[in-house]
Structures are given as C-alpha cells and as structure tokens.
C-alpha cells in the first residue's frame, strides 16, 4: 500500500468515524481494541447509518478497507447488535439495527442499483412514464427495462396491471430524499424538487 493510498484511507476513515462517535447505535467498540480498530469500526457505524442497504463491496471500497479488514469489523459490529444484515440476491446489505422495516430494506436495495433506481426516480417525475420511456431516459433496452420493473414488482414496489405504476411513491420519495447524496446526482435532483413532486389532496 503506498503512503499516498494510505493517507487518504486514513481520512477517510477519520471522517466517517465522526458520523460514528456520534452516531446513536446500540453496541460500541470495545475498550480492548486498538486505536486503528476502534477508528475503523467507527467509520463503518458512521458510514452504515449515512448509506443504508450498501452492500458489502461498496462499503469496503467506499471506507478503502481490506476485504478481511471489513469482514472482521462488521462481524463485530453486527454481533454487538450496532447493525443488521440481510442478503438481496447476490449481494449482503448492511444497516443500522432496528431503524427499518422489511419494505424499507427492499426500497433501498433496489434504490442501490443502478436500472431500478433510475426507474424508480423516473416514476417519481411522470407517473405516466411508459417502458419505452423509461428505456429512453435511463440509455437502456426495452428488455433491461421489463428485467427491472419484474424484480420491482416481486419486491412489491411496482404494480404492472396498467403500466408501471409505483405501489408506495411517498415512501420512495421519503427514502430519495433522506438519502439522495448517498445515491446520484439524479437522486439529489429528485429530491431538490420533492416538494413539486407531492400531491396535496386534503
């Protein structure tokens, strides 16, 4: 590892230990750790909270941790009941303990992946928005489109009796919103305009 890589995986770690330390989880490091343990699972109870539904690979890569290196900590914190994992299809995705329902965890999954994020932030702008369309805004297939809207549907996002339709757009929104710089720049565009996006029917 060079002295440039490791310094910047060192402020890297500094900066998302911060978010930990303050973070309100359950659960801390131990008195026994070392300081550069301590930092790093720090930086993991900062990060978790920061991107929910990360899964494995992006926090690894994102906090510049050796794949054991996360392996360890992240058994340690989920063991001291700091934060849950569940396994979406291929991936394990990581988040604060106790903090979301089932639907949540889903969302943010698929909010995770690139095809049925864009979807799901195109929905969110043109409920009308057909597969052509949606093909079209997001530079994918039609098939890429009807793959990504079946696996929203199983997840009991998307309702495909009549179109696409969003079967839960405020509780998408909300998470767009909440977590949209852990997202895209199309995410924190969506939640820029989110007050546009609410339909008032009192």
């Known amino acids: 590892m060079t002295e440039g890589f490791d310094g910047q995986k060192r402020e890297t770690l ?3 230990a911060a978010v930990g330390a303050a973070a309100p989880f359950v659960g801390t490091a131990s008195a026994d750790d070392g300081g550069d343990e301590n930092e790093t699972r720090e930086a993991i109870r900062g990060y978790v909270p920061t991107t929910p539904g990360a899964h494995f690979s992006k926090l690894r890569d994102d906090l510049r941790l050796g794949t054991g290196e996360a392996q360890y900590h ?3 914190l989920e063991e001291a009941g700091a934060i849950e994992s569940e396994k979406d299809d291929d991936y394990r995705r990581f988040f604060p303990a106790g ?10 999954g698929y909010l995770r992946r690139e ?5 799901i932030l195109a929905l969110l702008r043109d ?20 793959a990504a809207a079946a ?17 839960e757009p405020e509780r998408l929104l909300t998470l767009v919103v909440r977590y949209a710089d852990s997202f895209d720049a199309a995410a924190v565009a969506v939640a820029d305009d989110a007050a546009s996006l609410v339909s008032y029917d009192p």
């Not at 903090?99 to 943010?108: G, I, N, P, S, V």
């Not at 095809?115 to 979807?119: A, F, H, L, V």
């Not at 057909?130 to 489109?145: E, F, H, K, Q």
């Open 74 to 76: 992240l058994r340690k």
């Open 151 to 167: 696996d929203l549907e199983r997840a009991g996002l998307l309702d495909r009796t009549d179109g696409y339709a969003l079967t």
């Open 99 to 108: 903090r979301f329902d089932e639907t949540d965890k889903r969302a943010l």
């Open 127 to 146: 409920p009308d928005a057909t597969g052509a369309d949606l093909a079209s805004a997001l530079g994918v297939s039609r098939p890429a489109i009807s």
């Open 14 to 16: 500094r900066r998302f």
């Open 115 to 119: 095809t049925p994020r864009g979807m």
